[in-house]
């Protein structure tokens, strides 16, 4: 039998966290919910959840309390990696929650199907990543590819490029993580669906067009730089 994934919900406002246990616990994840970052790192002390969901602000009534970003940046402290989605109604936190940590943002009001999406890509990227880099993993033994400029640590989901710390959403970092695992070598657009979303998504190869093109935007490449586009087949990314 397949264990659920734990979810975390951490936000201030008991009608929001309502809502979320409703609608998480329909699509079968399992739950917890908390008010203040305080209590949720307690929590996790002595139990680690899959994924946590992460109101940016938190305690606006009470100054004393920890805000959201301070919660991130307390768990990124952490020796075990934990995705963390921040949710607000300011869209402005983004950079923000970003800079802090966090793997990925939603704006409230939220879009369910758009939050659904996010939650499972989110897990399907971080749980291919570390089937990858366990110890025992005949695919890659190693937590952190080097390519050039290009440092990427799959222990912790983070990547710089040229110095500079690159925030990526769960399946950019995938895409970009799995190509630099196999450099120099050509994948189609099918191939790169199956490997890094796991399954085929007749019809929508272009989605990873898009993923390419955020990647390369993020890393501020000239054209073919790094990541070169083979006319005809698809993708590869260069080693010098």
């Known amino acids: 039998m397949t264990q659920k994934s734990l979810i975390m919900i951490v ?8 809502a979320l246990v409703t609608f998480l616990n ?5 739950t917890e919910d908390y008010a203040t970052g305080e209590d949720a790192i307690r929590r996790i002390q002595d139990h680690v959840p899959d994924l946590i969901l992460l109101d940016v602000v938190l305690s606006e009534d009470a100054m004393s309390g920890m805000s959201g970003i301070e919660v991130c940046r307390v768990l990124r402290e952490r020796e075990k990696f934990i995705p963390i989605i921040m949710l607000t109604s300011y869209p402005e936190w983004q950079v923000e929650s970003l800079g802090q940590g ?8 939220w879009d369910n199907n758009m939050l659904a999406t996010q939650i499972r890509s989110t897990l399907s990227a971080v749980n291919r990543i570390r089937q990858e880099t366990r110890p025992t993993s005949a695919t890659y033994k190693n937590s952190q590819i080097i390519i050039g400029e290009l440092d990427i ?18 399946i950019e970092f995938s895409v970009l993580a799995f190509l630099a695992r196999n450099p120099d070598r050509q994948w189609t657009r099918e191939a790169l ?7 085929s998504w007749d019809g929508y190869e272009r989605t990873v067009d898009r993923h390419i093109a955020a990647i390369r935007r993020k890393l501020k490449l000239r054209r073919n730089e790094l990541i070169e586009t083979v006319h005809g087949v698809g993708y590869r990314l260069v080693s010098q």
């Open 193 to 199: 669906l199956n490997n890094v979303w796991d399954y």
């Open 26 to 30: 329909h699509l079968g994840y399992v």
């Open 153 to 170: 640590d799959l222990v912790n989901f983070r990547a710089s490029y040229k110095g500079e710390q690159i925030s990526f959403t769960p």
């Open 11 to 18: 936000d201030d406002e008991e009608s929001i966290r309502s």
């Open 102 to 109: 966090a793997i990925a943002f939603i704006t409230k009001p």
